[in-house]
C-alpha cells in the first residue's frame, strides 16, 4: 500500500531563516505531488504541484519555493523565512493512472516563525 | 474562477442528532467531487469521493453523500452524529483534464453529549 511520509512533525524558526520541508512517497511511481498551506483557521491554500520530476507549478507567488528531485520526493524551501509563513503544511500526492484520481494527504508540519 | 464554497463555518449538534454539511461547486467542466475530515493537528482523511455513476456515495464512518449536478451541490450527511465525529470537513472538487483540487474553506463540527 502506499504511504507519504512529511518531516519534520514540528518546527520552529527565527524570521530571516532557512526553511526545507521533505515530502516522500512510498508504494507509487511517478505520482502527482502537491504542497498545501492552512492558516489558523482557514482552509487550505495551494503553494506547488508537480506532474513529474523537475516540473513544478507555482500558484501563489510567495517567499516559497518547491523542488521535485526525485520521483517520490518533493521539498518546499525558504531562503528568509517571515512571520507570514507560519503555518501547517500539507503534502499530498494523488495517482496519474486512471481517471479516478484521489489526493492522499500526509500528516502536516506544523512550522511557527518567530 | 472555478471554487468550492462551504457556507457553514461552524456547526454544532447534539450526539445522536442527524447531520447534513452543504458544499457547492461553481460550474466547470465534469466534476469530481470528494470530503475529506480533519482532526486537530492532522492531515485530511478521505472521508469519500464521487465520480460518476450512482450520485448517493457511501463513505467510511458511516458518512454519505449525494451529488445533485443541477444544483452544483455534493452535501454530506450523517443519520446519527457521534461525540467522535467532532472535527473540520473539507469539500473539494477536481474538474475532469486538470490536476488542481480545489477545497472549499471548512465546516468545523462540534458534537454536544
Known amino acids: 500500500s502506499q504511504t507519504i511520509h512529511q518531516w519534520p512533525a514540528t518546527l520552529v524558526q527565527p524570521v530571516g531563516s532557512p526553511l526545507s520541508l521533505e515530502c516522500t512517497v512510498e508504494?507509487?511511481?511517478?505520482?502527482?505531488l502537491y504542497w498545501y498551506r492552512q492558516a489558523a483557521g482557514r482552509g487550505l491554500q495551494l503553494l506547488f504541484y508537480s506532474v513529474g520530476i523537475g516540473q513544478i507549478s507555482s500558484e501563489v507567488p510567495q517567499n516559497l519555493s518547491a523542488s521535485r528531485p526525485q520521483d517520490r520526493q518533493f521539498i518546499l524551501s525558504s531562503k528568509k523565512l517571515l512571520l507570514s509563513d507560519s503555518g501547517f503544511y500539507l503534502c499530498a500526492w494523488s495517482p496519474t493512472s486512471g481517471h479516478q484520481e484521489t489526493q492522499y494527504f500526509g500528516p502536516g508540519t506544523r512550522l511557527l516563525v518567530l | 474562477a472555478q471554487s468550492v464554497t462551504q457556507p457553514d463555518i461552524h456547526i454544532t449538534v447534539s450526539e445522536g442528532a442527524s447531520l447534513e454539511l452543504r458544499c457547492n461547486y461553481s460550474y466547470g467542466a465534469t466534476p469530481y467531487l470528494f470530503w475529506y475530515v480533519q482532526s486537530p493537528g492532522q492531515g485530511l482523511q478521505l472521508l469519500l469521493k464521487y465520480f460518476s455513476g450512482d450520485t448517493l456515495v457511501q463513505g467510511i464512518k458511516g458518512f454519505e453523500a449525494e451529488f445533485k449536478r443541477s444544483q452544483s451541490s455534493f452535501n454530506l450527511r450523517k443519520p446519527s452524529v457521534h461525540w467522535s465525529d467532532a472535527a473540520e470537513y473539507f469539500c473539494a472538487v477536481r474538474f475532469s483534464g486538470t490536476y488542481k483540487y480545489i477545497f472549499g474553506t471548512g465546516t468545523r463540527l462540534k458534537v454536544l453529549a
Open positions: 508504494g507509487t511511481s511517478n505520482p502527482n
